[in-house]
């Protein structure tokens, strides 16, 4: 049987990174507001986690711990979670997109919680980034161009479940 992905040496460097590399993106997504990131970075860091796990083992690995129905659902899921928390701000102040946790909850700088609505929204933005580029990138791993009669027709590498 035909082992898919790249070296036993890739995918064993990739066993013991993906974990952390994870952690990191975690990390810049929760400490966005204090620090240098955010839910772009940080989703950007995430799904290159997923991404690194479909270029070590396959893609066929990497469509088992995430596939493209729960990356689309995650992407779909961040972007209504960000219009809520948005959509939150009228109900609470009236005002569309007002930090309303700090409104109510006023807690000195530089703290985890000190920002209010700011690191719901980089959870809810790395969540619509990282599933994204995901799913972006898989679409590319099992779409192919091929020519017939000259003219380009696109078809999928995936195999049909029966």
């Given amino acids: 049987m035909e082992e898919k992905g790249l070296s036993v040496i890739v995918k064993t460097v990739t066993r013991w990174l993906k974990g952390f590399i994870f952690l990191y ?62 959509s939150m701000g009228i109900y609470f102040t009236g005002t569309f997109f007002t930090n309303f946790i700090e409104k109510f909850h006023p807690t000195g700088n530089f703290r985890l919680f000190s920002a209010g609505i700011i690191p719901l929204c980089n959870l809810s933005i790395a969540m619509k980034v ?21 003219k380009g027709k696109l078809i999928s590498t995936e195999k049909e479940k029966k």
């Fill in 25 to 86: 993106g975690i990390y810049i997504v929760i400490y966005g507001h204090l620090t240098p990131g955010g839910g772009f970075p940080g989703g950007v860091i995430i799904a290159g986690t997923f991404i690194l796990i479909t270029l070590a083992f396959g893609k066929e690995y990497a469509l088992g711990k995430m596939g493209k129905l729960l990356a689309s659902e995650l992407d779909s899921l961040g972007a209504l979670l960000f219009l809520l928390i948005a």
């Fill in 130 to 150: 990282g599933a994204s580029l995901f799913m972006v990138f898989i679409i590319f791993a099992v779409v192919r161009v091929v020519f017939e009669d000259g």
